[in-house]
């Protein structure tokens, strides 16, 4: 039901309906204000959910400050104030926020809120709460965030707090980091104005909330959704305080309605905000701690996740550019509301085509971890600070330690070379400060202001993965920055090796042309951890094993779910974020020795003299014992293949012996739904042992190609441990006996019209058997991700000679 229109006398320079405001109206309604009207007007009918509220305009507050002289109070408060001295930058916030705050409003505003708030709660089935948000007209633009920089408050009831409300808004425009925040980025204080949008309260207290992002913030990469939630008010997820589950979704999957999850994991959700019973302003919410049982738990189900997603998607179009997106459950009704939209403001502004590469060198003491923020590095002193207030003790180029920081640290942080956090997630303010400065930081490690003491010299790496470390001790930095838009033709496909998800959509951005090895078993190992059979004979365990299996699988039905689900995922987010190419997965290649290491895996695992030659590749598939488990492996490919529309998923088979043994897997293969030719299925074959090369005829009737294993073909060749130090000096893919190996290999599948590629580490390391690859026409050559431009340049250069 729409809004009943307001009384004739009130002039919309003073208070509209979001409904009646759009994107057009930023510099009247503020960049929030503008955002929810657009959405109300335009996606509506894609399904998007807005609470209905009203918003007073900026001629308005700019009115208000000029009929009670405070515009002129405030001028001299500011003229001259050096923002980089926090203790001045305090006191100045401190004494424009008293005068706005204890300032009644001007007579035309108040008289217009009263009479339009009272439109608005009449509107309302039954009695309910209110939002009140800042707005201000340099708010949510495409070239600065502003982020979190002014104030909201929740939970707000009754018209006297609903006017104290807008009073608090309206002074939260000098906020210490708002006023630092305008100086840095050249915005005269004067010029910017503040809008008060006041909407119905969405229950999340009773449900779930959190952000999205319709591009990854840590690679750019923008062919999945990005979503946060956590139990209670949204506020708690955006403040940093409460770590949140992180969920990744396909766009491709999603717009095809397709099952386009890509990962799911459960955030520690160890706290959520709620409404108190007082009602004060300010004093309406507060945080408790949840359930240990519903930590475990993911505290959205995938069909609001999808939904979610496609509201990102639809925000996205309309806007035409990446998104930031907050959202909120309502525990009442069960619907899902947007209840802010504004553009993404790292990656829209990061350079094209430039690939800056920021890593520690070497390696020392690990001291905590905790989720990367920035694919960076820094150094620095600790400093561990408790309050914004203590900030004048920080020096530019120290490592900022804190429980979780506010935007009220903004004017601190610009400063830091690395920070850590105890608390906080991925989408919390810090975080998205952090991106926005390019300063890296290490959040949610639970004890960081515990554990480092001050003044220690560290290290903070976030290039590693998802998972941040803080190392001890100064590591050196070494940056390098590589244009990669104008990289010339080479007449071999250049494909990369990957094999952990989690950087996955950070390579897809470097040139490339499809995964010529994604490794099974590199998954298995990060995002499972657990032997397949000890999760298919779970009850079977020892105590204290199934304990600790039963904890890793809580937020999962069945220990076969966990398995096929996280298989699906790792695989799933390396396909996706290689969408444009072919991704060839390998069939996971355990040794017995590393299967053992996997947790309930030495019950499982025969204890063998020479692992490298035993119990491994096609005869562990084709074999009775773990035929289950391998059932486990093609439920996951079919799935993605068939259901999820992966199909530049490829099958490659390693460590195939004899033919029979690859007869006996396609066949096993084909009854779990992975029949090849069917559905554009492709299924090579790892050339590693002198047999397949010499034999290469026979093996190549039953598969589409063959990856060559330089690794391997040579240790098998000339008798070479490759995990030996004692005989590597006669390790070498370029001995005339490996080569003769590898051509014949080459000069088969050229013949049959199959494919064939490379995948060891050979052509990483040598640039002379690069060349001779190409001269002997290698369909690809996959290469580690660090060697790829590199390479692709030097062939390139050798063709043009």
Known sequence: ????????????????????????????????????????????????????????????????????????????????????????????????????????????????????????????????????????????????????QQETFLGITGIENVLDAVRKVFASLYND???????????????????????????????????????????????????????????????????????????????????????RGVGAKALKMVFTDDDRVGETTAFVEVDHAERTRLSLTDDEVHALARHALAIERHYGRPMDIEWAKDGLTGELFVV????????????????????????????????????????????????????????????????????????????????????????????????????????????????????????????????????????PIEVTTTAVDSLPAVGTKLMMNVGNPELAFAQSRIPNQGVGLARMEFIINRQIGIHPRALLELTSQPAGVRAEIEQGIAAYASPREFFVQRLVEGIGTIATAFADHPVIIRLSDFKSNEYAHLLGGKAYEPDEENPMIGFRGASRYASESFAEAFALECEALRYLRDEMGLVNIRIMVPFVRRVAEIEAVLEIMASHGLRRGVNGLQIVMMCEIPSNALNADAFLDHVDGFSIGSNDLTQLTLGVDRDSALVASAFDERDPAVLRLVELAITACRARGKYVGICGQGPSDHPDFADWLVSLGIESMSLNPDTVVETWRRLASSAAA
């Open 340 to 475: 802010q939209a504004r553009p993404e403001t790292v990656v829209s502004r990061a350079g094209a085509g430039i690939e800056k590469h920021t890593v520690a060198v070497g390696r020392a003491t690990a001291l905590l971890t905790g989720r990367a923020i920035g694919q960076r590095a820094g150094s620095g002193s600790v400093a561990v600070l408790t309050d914004p207030s203590d900030m004048h003790a920080f020096r530019s180029g120290d490592v900022l330690v804190a429980d979780m920081t506010d935007p009220d640290w903004e004017p601190i942080m610009k400063k830091a070379s690395a920070i850590i956090t105890n608390r906080g997630g991925r989408t919390c303010h810090a975080a998205i400060i952090a991106r926005e400065l390019g300063v890296p930081a290490v959040v949610g490690t639970g004890t960081a202001t515990s554990d480092l003491a001050p003044g220690a010299e560290v290290t903070v790496s976030c290039a590693e993965g998802e998972t941040g470390v803080v190392y001890a001790g100064l590591l």
């Open 177 to 263: 980091r708002a006023i630092a925040y305008r100086v840095h980025h050249g915005f005269v204080h004067a010029e910017v104005a503040i809008s008060a949008g006041i909407q119905r309260m969405v229950r999340s207290d009773l449900a779930a909330s959190g952000v999205m992002f319709t591009v990854d913030t840590e690679s750019g990469f923008d062919g999945a959704v990005f979503v946060t939630s956590a139990y209670g008010l949204g506020e708690g997820v955006v403040q940093g305080a409460v770590n949140p589950d992180e969920f990744y979704v396909g766009k491709a999957g999603l717009a095809a309605g397709r099952p386009a999850i890509l990962k």
């Open 1 to 148: 039901m729409s809004l009943p229109t307001l009384s004739p006398a009130l002039d919309r320079d003073v208070v509209a309906r979001l409904a009646d405001i759009r994107l057009a109206d930023v510099d009247r309604f503020g960049g929030k204000n503008a955002s929810l009207g657009e959405l109300l007007a335009h996606l509506t009918e894609a399904g998007v959910k807005v609470p209905a509220g009203i918003a007073t305009s900026a001629d308005a507050f700019r009115r208000h400050l000029a009929a009670s002289g405070l515009d002129e109070r405030i001028a001299r408060i500011l003229v001259d104030l050096d923002v980089d001295d926090t203790r001045a930058l305090a006191e100045a916030g401190r004494r424009i926020r008293d005068l706005i705050e204890t300032t009644p409003l001007a007579a035309d505003l108040d008289a217009a809120l009263r009479a339009a708030f009272a439109d608005l709660e009449a509107e309302q089935a039954g009695p309910t709460s209110w939002a009140v948000r800042s707005s201000a007209t340099a708010e949510d633009l495409p070239d600065a965030s502003f982020a979190g």
